[in-house]
């Protein structure tokens, strides 16, 4: 069955067709450098960007596949979790098509759909899949049976690492978002320069908390050190202070998931969501799971951003098993749980 995939949880109008594994399009507008000048995410402008995209990207999508819209046999939609008012126009367009083409609507879960979107890259997904799903509004462990059988093994108990970056930045005087200019520093400095904390390892923590995340203390501990270096009047070495604080996050995201996969026995480890953009992580997952024996699927770049293929790929994985579409009322859910697959 050929899937209309709709993302509009934050500020990309993602719009994207797939058939079974394949990607046709993936089409997307973002309004990220409206935001930039308020160092976040405005929901007010971010709605009104999804509302003035949504059909010229739904259009582009079409057009460039060559498809009309009466092939499309299901609508899949970001459900949540996000933004209420940008999910809300998603969800009303995905309901507009669903009753004009009298056609299955299905609101599923963005998270999710950051993991499964590997499947359009790499293939279908075995039995068994580890999912580590890091981004600006999470930083999740999820274990994937069948696909879109999910168990939640773990959170952030704070900050998601992109949204600690982000704040890093900020810190450092960088451009909003942070995440890509720690990155590019990074490369330049000495990632052993300053030893900064590593949360939630501690044998203690690891008893209760061996799959949760926090980033809050790392980011005070980088805080308190760059202001210790300005009373003193001495220069901040951004680089080193940059690639220092990137291998504090990479080494716990790594050192706790793969520590996952080993008590779960799996096997493949799939990396999602917008902050697998990060060098340092990919580096680090690569060479870590190489040494474990983990097979590690990560996908391109402008995968793991917010974009309508992964929400058109989960689409199709539920078509493909059967479950029922949602009705057409489509709550939206800001707070979706990451154990939901669909509303
Ligand atoms: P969510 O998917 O949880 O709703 P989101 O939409 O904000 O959150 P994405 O758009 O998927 O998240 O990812 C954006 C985040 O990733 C930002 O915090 C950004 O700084 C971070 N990021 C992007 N590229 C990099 C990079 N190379 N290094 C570090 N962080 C990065
Ligand atoms: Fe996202
Ligand atoms: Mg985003």
Redesign the pocket.
Known sequence: PLVLGIET????TGVALVRGHDLLVDAVASSVDEHARFGG?IPEIASRAHLEAMVPTIERALATADVSLGEVDAIAVTAG??LVGPLTVGASAAKALAIALDKPLYGVN??IG?AVVDELVDGPFPERVMALVV????SSLLLLDDTVDVTELGSTLDD????A??KV?RLLGLPY????H??RLAREGDPHAIRFPRGLTAPKDQARHAADFSFSGLKTAVARWVEARQDAGEEIPLPDVAASF?EAVADVLTAKTIAACRAHGVETLVVG???S???QLRDMAAKRCAEAGIELRIPP?RY???NGAMIAALGSAVVRRGLPPSSLDLPVDSSMPLTQVLV
């Not at 949880?9 to 990309?12: F, I, P």
């Not at 978002?177 to 890509?180: A, E, Q, T, V, Y």
């Open positions: 949880s934050c500020d990309e995410i979790p996000g963005h998270v950051h981004s600006g509004g999470h998601a690492a992109g949204e970056f982000d930045g978002p942070g995440g890509p720690i990155d990137a969501g917008g902050f953009a990060n060098s770049i793991c951003t917010d």
